[in-house]
């Protein structure tokens, strides 16, 4: 498989990137690598692609630390399959960490537990870049990537690193849960990628991961969405109340924007005194990223990409009227964003 100009223009970059980033970190100490709270098998991969890459050029570990919990029974597999060891942030004391990295998030998003006081020396992400990460000694910021595991993979292949089964699968895995088998928000390099691991990825694990046994909970969830979706014309509406792992959010979303006739999902959902919120859309015109941002202004924190985008509300105690008054101003901001004025909603499952 030859490279087109733009893989090979990517490759060209993330040797420069790696190495620039190896001969900063050669003689620093302890390394802790910081991951979103609530890893995704984007961030998860990318981590266990930066720390073998530590481990061979600079034989050096690095500590891979996260906050909140693995909810999604897929990510808790990949995490076992796969042999992913992760620490809580709160069990370690930073101060101990010569390098601080973060991957797959930056200071101050709100979908990390890094005090904001905390330094950061190294970012790399996929996101938009964010004003605190130009305070950062090193950054590598692709928001025209799918997947920051497509930035650690390009670091592997052009620092000339043998990339193992395990790597390899969860890398490919990777990819394709975050762009859908590429359907969603991938670039030239991410298809690269995605067909070169796929070969070395272990089918079996693959299997394993992609198709886990689910908690009587994650069925319960789809039937409360289901029941409580509610459609303004081409955007529909979903109020999951309170919620057991904060990921079933963004599953949700990512279930109900299959519906015929919908191009935008809102989903929401109360955990931990916070409202997690999840936009999805299949209208390439919007920016779910932006939207997304200023829904929450003023109210929480939030961020995104073209398709899909995340953010919370923070301090929220839970009350099922509240979360009611929540989502009718949520719907009255994303209306507005989206030109529509005044609609009214008919429910998904109409009562008899």
Known sequence: MIADSSVQESLRHSKEHSDAMLEWLRGKGKTII??????????LASAMALRHLLTMKLNRDAVIAFSGMIGRSENIAMAKELEITLVPLEMLALEEYSVVCMLDTQPGTGNNSLPADCRVDIVIDHHPPREST???????????????????????????????TKLATALFYAIKSETQDLGREANQPDRDAYFRLFPLANKRLLYEITHPKLPVEHFRTIHSGVENAKIYGKLLVVNLQAIYFPEVVAEIADYLIRLEGIETVLSMGHYNDEVILSIRTTNTLLNAGEIIRRLVAGRGT?????????????NVPFDPATLEEMETFLTRRLLGELSMGDVMPKRLIEAP
């Open 34 to 43: 910081i991951i979103h709270d609530n890893p995704d098998p984007d961030c």
């Open 134 to 164: 130009q305070k950062c000694r090193w950054a590598d910021i692709r928001d025209d990537y799918g997947v920051t595991a497509t930035i650690l993979y390009e670091y592997l292949v052009t620092q000339n690193i043998q990339i193992g």
């Open 302 to 314: 939030a961020g995104g990409h073209g398709m899909m985008a995340g953010g919370k509300l923070d």
